[in-house]
């Protein structure tokens, strides 16, 4: 079965290693472009914005493991979960560095109150899942409290896509990345047990 042989890829010792080797990637390019052509005002706008990207994908990711569990039965995407997250909140953390850089040069728009504030919000939203995601957070603080506050991830992701929906220029990427959060949203609705 095709299900069967997707799990036991998940199980392949180097498969954990290349998932993290393609979640640094993106980080990696954007370091490169800093040393070799310096921190430029193109440069950090680029960053501001790639970085803002690679969060809300890599939270999308995560939120998409427990939908695929479920309906696709691949159980053992389950072992790459924390490391997305944790990716997300890394790009998260480098977005903010990348707009404090860029709000101190000159000549640079300054973007609207309340769009700052979803961003901020949606960033200190994701904190207390970064400093829980270890296996003891679980144990300490009980599997049905973590499951509630770990559920704070959809109002992160939704307050970061709304934030990303005020700035970009760009029409078809955020109707392409709102369809597959309003998806992941409905799909987590659906009462179905064992999630």
Excluded at 131 to 150: C, F, P, Y
Excluded at 164 to 191: D, Q
Aim: hydrophobic share 55%; net charge positive; aromatic share 12%.
């Amino acid at each position: 079965m095709l299900r069967d042989s997707l799990n036991s890829a998940l199980e392949i010792r180097w498969t954990k290693p290349l998932i993290f080797a393609l979640c640094l990637a993106p980080g990696l390019v954007m370091a490169w472009s800093w040393v070799r052509f310096g921190l430029g005002t193109d440069i950090i706008q680029v960053a501001v914005r790639r970085t803002g990207e690679w969060t809300l994908k890599l939270q999308l990711l995560t939120l998409a493991v427990t939908p695929l569990r479920r309906f696709a039965g691949l159980s053992n995407l389950i072992q790459f979960r924390r490391m997305l997250g944790l990716f997300a909140f890394f790009y998260s953390c480098l977005h903010l560095f990348a707009w404090k850089v860029m709000h101190h040069m000159p000549h640079i728009g300054q973007f609207s109150a309340w769009n700052l504030r979803l961003a901020f919000v949606a960033f200190v939203l994701m904190i207390p899942l970064a400093v829980t995601s270890t296996a003891g957070s679980i144990q300490w603080l009980g599997g049905k409290r973590w499951r509630m506050l770990h559920s704070l991830i959809y109002a992160s992701a939704i307050l970061g896509y709304v934030h990303y929906c005020a700035i970009t220029e760009s029409s078809a990427r955020p109707v392409a990345l709102g369809g597959v959060l309003a998806s992941l949203l409905i799909l987590r609705l659906l009462p179905i047990k064992n999630s």
